[in-house]
Each structure stands twice: as C-alpha cells, then as structure tokens.
C-alpha cells in the first residue's frame, strides 16, 4: 500500500509501479555500461527487479560519491535521509516515491530482507568515515556491504539450487568491486580522496599516497598493479563454481557479467597498467565477441 492514506485504484497502483520500474531502467542505462548490457539476457520476468537493486544501489552511490558534494556533515544528512524514506516505505510496503515502491516490491517479491539493504548501506556510510584502508581484510569489511551483499540480492532474484551458492555470490561481488576500484585509482583520489588499495600492500611495493596523488607510473607501480591483477582473477575463478548454481533463468546473463568485468583487467594489462591515462572501457564489439563466448561457457 502507499504511504498516504488516498486509495488507489489497482489500474493506478500498477501504473505507478510500472513508472518506477521504468525510472530504475533508466538510471540502470545511464549510470552502469557493462551492467546494462549483461542484464538484457535476464528473461524479460527478471529484468525489472534487477534493475531495481541497481537503483538502490546508485541513488545513494551517487549521493556520497558526487564529486560536487558539500561538507561532510550535509552528505551524511543526505543519506539519512534517503535511508529513512526506504525504511519508512518498507515498513509501508510501498512508496509514493515510483522508484522506491518498484524497490519495495523488488525486495517482498524475493525475500530480500531490510538486514541486507542495511549492510549495503553501512559501506555507504563507510564512504563518509573512512578514505583508506589498512589491510585486505579491512577492505572486504566494506566489500561486503559494497558488493558481496548485492550478489545476494542478485542470486535471490535468479534463483539458486543451494544456499551454498551465496558464498561464491558474495565472491564474485567481491571480483566486480575489485576490478572497479583498479580501473578507477586515479577517479577515486581525485574526485573523492578515497584510496580503496590496501596501505599494506602499497607500502610492500614501496607506494605512498603521495605516488596516487601525483600519479606516479613507474616499475613500482606496475608491479604493484600486476599483483592486483592477479588477486583478483584468483577471485574471480573461486566464484565461478557458484554460477552452475544459478537457476536456468538467470545463468546466462550472470556468465556474460563475469566475463565483461574480468576483461576489465586484460584492457588494464593492454595500457601497461596505466590507469592515470583514462577510464579503460570495453568496445562493444567486444562486449558482444565476449558474451558469445560465455554463452558457450568459454570464460576468457
């Protein structure tokens, strides 16, 4: 139900919702290239909720990481904010906000519960507090809620044979998000301040913060991305027995995901590891040589 007290007609009630769900496509479009084109091979009866997840992922993404935001303290407000309305419509079942009653539909019709939009949303909160990270260990407490909580969100709405599937889901968030965060150092500290690479590990090859601020390339920073590189394609074949868990549905466009992100990191290797040159994006002829592969079950 909605959260005032005027009845709808079911005729507007669908109609509303079916304006939400068009708003969450958009944004979808808009803000996520490779996203986008892996979920045009969900069945159409999947699609929407997909997309839904994706905004409520985005809206407060982007509240934290505008990199025209005021002072900290307005940020925060804001995200309060938005938190508050989608408690407020959850607990209504429903919003007069079209995108956060597609939301609230998305989570009742797959039982995904507040406990998991909330660990999304702490990482979001995370944004506001922390701007680098000691460990890996330290990084994967944010990943969690970044990520891995969102591959759980995803494997409910496919469908899934096991409960053993949810780890290998959590991972393979956990493989986007890394791949996301080596394609953009450079976007990350300009624009936010925010280093998401582990200080230990920076310090192991002798980088400093200073090295980002200034980008500097050099042998020490080749070796350092090279070491990335690999840790993340480790983690992303430890994810991969996850997805033969997938219902039939959803499995194709899953695989196509997988292998669109991990390519990410052959186009880094392709630019010698020179991120501070420009975003490395996939052609979408590629995208397209890509996803015929994986449809084949080749994941390159």
Known sequence: ???????????????????????????????????????????????????????????????????????????????????????????????????????????????????????????????????????????????????????????????????????????LGYAFQLTNFLRDIKQDYDELGRIYMPRDEMRRFGLTERDIATQNFDERFVEFMNFQIERNRQIYREALPGIPMLHWRGRMAVRIAYVLYKAILNEIERVNYNIYRGRVRTSFRRKLLLSAKALVGVYE
């Not at 509303?16 to 091979?41: K, V, W």
């Not at 959850?90 to 998305?106: F, Q």
Request: glycine letters at 6%; a negative charge; proline letters at 2%.
């Open 1 to 171: 139900m909605l959260l005032d007290d005027k009845k709808m007609t079911a005729s507007t009630a669908d109609d509303h919702l079916a304006a939400g769900y068009l708003e969450c496509r958009a944004i979808t479009e808009h803000y996520g290239t490779s996203y986008y084109f892996a979920t045009q091979f969900f069945p159409r009866e999947l699609r929407n909720s997909i997309y839904a997840v994706y905004a409520f992922a985005r809206i407060p993404d982007e509240i934290v990481d505008d990199p025209n935001k005021g002072h900290k303290e307005e940020t925060l407000a804001k995200l309060n904010e938005w938190r508050g309305r989608w408690l407020a419509a959850m607990a209504a079942d429903g919003s007069n906000d079209a995108v956060l009653n597609a939301i609230v539909d998305t989570f009742r019709r797959h039982n995904i519960t507040v406990e998991d939009g909330e660990a999304f949303l702490r990482s979001m909160f995370m944004d506001e507090e922390v701007f680098a990270y000691d460990n890996y260990e330290h990084l994967e407490e944010y990943m969690y809620g970044s990520a891995g909580v969102i591959g759980i969100m995803v494997t409910k709405i496919v469908g899934c044979s096991s409960d053993e599937a949810f780890p290998y889901a959590i991972k």
